[in-house]
């Protein structure tokens, strides 16, 4: 059996079907699990790649599910969702998502929404939260605390946060998002 191409689901489902009680795998596991698939070698070493870009060894979920952008059973609210940047987890991004788009379905002014969403973010996951919105184009380049960056558009609109980072974190990285 060889499997050329395979869709992004069903590479989540490998995943998942041999890490059932792990939170993370180990790399070589997952890659001889997709050869026993039927992917040639050379794709499943690229693959693994792709998940593992720092070459710990170690794959996570969130490592498949953001290298592929899948995220199989995602909840309905995401379906209209484009994720432009993301270093959340999966669960804290839908969460986040959640909270940006409750905090913009009311009448506020835009200024008050924004703020809403802040304070929000704030309460569930610690001071620091910077929150935006652009319509069209934007640029920007900043840099946030690890694991709190994601930048996403919805009908159109681009919502931004990211947690302002502690002077150990900012010589980690920045980041550079854009949308033409």
């Known amino acids: 059996m060889t499997l050329e191409e395979p869709n992004a689901d069903l590479l989540v489902h490998i995943f998942d079907e041999i890490n059932e009680s792990e939170s993370r795998l180990p790399a070589e596991d997952f890659y001889h699990h997709l ?36 995220y199989p059973n995602q909840p309905k609210y995401l379906e209209d969702i484009e994720v432009l940047a993301n270093d959340m987890s999966q669960r804290k991004r839908e969460s986040v998502i959640k909270i940006m788009l409750g905090a913009f379905s009311s009448r506020k002014p835009k200024k008050d929404k924004l703020k809403e969403a802040k304070e929000k973010l704030d309460k569930l996951y610690g001071k620091g939260w910077n929150v935006y919105i652009a319509e069209g184009r934007f640029w920007a ?12 558009v919805h009908h159109g609109v681009v919502y931004g946060v990211f947690q302002t980072p502690s002077e150990s974190d900012i010589d980690d990285e920045q980041h550079h998002h854009h949308r033409r």
Do not use: E, Q
């Open 141 to 152: 380049v900043c840099s946030h605390k690890p694991g709190s960056n994601l930048t996403f």
């Open 35 to 70: 050869l026993k698939w039927g992917l040639p070698k050379d794709k499943a070493k690229n693959y693994i790649a792709m998940f593992d870009p720092n070459g710990t060894g170690f794959v996570k979920r969130d490592d498949v599910c953001n290298a592929l952008n899948c």
